[in-house]
């Protein structure tokens, strides 16, 4: 039995490890992946949607994508959009959900901006943070509150972390630090204020947070500026945190940005890469693409750095 099992795990993990980039079935491009598993058993890639040879981020909605094998994928669609919300009209970046009491809150960045290509010092940028509902984790969703969680600082990239007495906490960039809050029960607002969280000293650039669980550490991991993926652990999800170093090297000198889950006892890594697109684009040569890796822990709970699988 252990032999087939042993087979049975090799030929499962090949087959993931072929597939890089996942294929969803579908032709768009998909950045930001945040993986869940939800008590149906499926595990839920909620994603970015990077338009065809975009430039400049310029994103408009978020797509979900769930399997129950890791090799078969399917294409929920697009399960919001920034043409949804009074508040926001650019930047669908990279997105999260979380689940309580029946509900799944869509947590997502969004903004307003523009680009003067000719005086770049008159470009604006404004970025918050908004969470819609709804009662299937493939919605659609609707915006909850009509309104960024908060105006000021300038945030984006969310994750929302559950501990196990149901408490969420919403860890996003603000403004140029890596922050924390913790929410209320209703998942649509904060308690107290927003915290500026301790990461020993050094400040990367701030995108892409990911918190989880496992024998009651808490891990903080990270695309260190913007690229390399790093990870910090503490004894509580607030920290302080300590620093232990690269889980993935960057590639192409271009982002990352990742999510880490345990799916039917494996812990995954899902993350993004930069393709090779030959001709397609006019202006670019690579765009992105999630994909995924095993990802294994050490006796005393520190990560084995993974190694991209080959593109
Ligand atoms: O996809 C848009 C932005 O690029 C994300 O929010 C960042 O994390 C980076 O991946």
Same mark, same amino acid.
């Given at each position: ?30 950045? &930001? %992946?945040?993986?869940? =598993?939800?008590? /149906? +058993?499926?595990? @839920? !890639? #909620? ?109 984006? &990239? %969310?994750?929302?972390? =559950?501990?196990? /007495? +149901?408490?969420? @906490? !919403? #860890? ?99 993350y993004h890469r930069w393709i090779d697109t030959g001709d ?13 890796? @095993?990802? #294994? ?15």
């Amino acid at each position: 039995l252990k032999t087939l099992l042993t087979i049975c795990i090799t030929i499962t993990t090949m087959a993931v490890f072929a597939q890089n980039p996942l294929d969803f079935g579908s032709n768009i491009r998909t950045a &930001d %992946p945040s993986a869940h =598993v939800w008590n /149906d +058993g499926r595990l @839920y !890639i #909620y994603a970015s949607h990077d338009i065809e040879c975009q430039e400049d981020f310029w994103m408009k909605d978020w797509h979900i994508f769930s399997t129950d094998d890791l090799i078969h994928w399917t294409d929920h669609g697009p399960c919001l959009s920034v043409d949804d919300l009074s508040w926001a009209d650019n930047f669908a970046w990279a997105p999260d959900c979380a689940y309580k009491n029946g509900k799944y809150y869509f947590c997502f960045p969004a903004g307003t901006g523009f680009k003067d290509r000719v005086n770049p010092k008159n470009s604006t940028k404004w970025m918050g943070i908004g969470i819609a509902v709804s009662n299937s984790p493939t919605g659609p969703f609707k915006d909850a509150i009509g309104a960024p969680l908060w105006r000021e600082p300038y945030a984006n &990239d %969310p994750c929302i972390f =559950v501990d196990d /007495d +149901g408490t969420g @906490y !919403i #860890y996003f960039n603000g403004g140029g630090d890596y922050m924390v809050a913790v929410l209320n029960d209703d998942f649509l607002s904060v308690k107290g204020e927003l915290k500026t969280m301790d990461m020993g000293g050094y400040k990367p650039k701030r995108e892409g947070p990911w918190v989880f669980k496992r024998n009651n550490l808490y891990y903080y991991t990270m695309p260190e500026d913007n690229r390399v993926l790093t990870y910090y652990t503490s004894n509580t999800p607030l920290g302080p945190w300590k620093y232990h170093g690269v889980i993935m090297e960057d590639e192409h000198e271009s982002n990352n940005h990742h999510s880490i889950v345990e799916y039917n006892g494996q812990w995954l890594l899902f993350y993004h890469r930069w393709i090779d697109t030959g001709d397609a684009c006019p202006n670019r040569k690579r765009q992105r693409e999630i994909c995924a890796e @095993y990802l #294994y822990f050490n006796e005393d709970g520190t990560i084995q750095p993974v190694k991209r699988t080959a593109e």
